[in-house]
C-alpha cells in the first residue's frame, strides 16, 4: 500500500514546501491550489511519486 497526502495551497509558501517534503518521503501527493500551471510544473519537478493535480476556483 502507498503512502498518499492531499496538498491544498500546494502551488506557493508552506504549501509547497510541504508538497516537496512530502514527496521526498515517498507519499504520492493530490496537490490543489488555484494556479494549474504551478501545480502542473510542480507536479513534473517530483517525478519520482504519482502527482494528481487540481485547480480550485475561488468565489468572487
Known sequence: MSLLALITGASSGIGKAFTEQLAGDGYDLIVVGRRLERLEALAASLP???????AAQGQE
Not at 48 to 54: A, I, K, L, N
Open 48 to 54: 519520482e511519486v504519482t502527482v494528481q493535480v487540481s
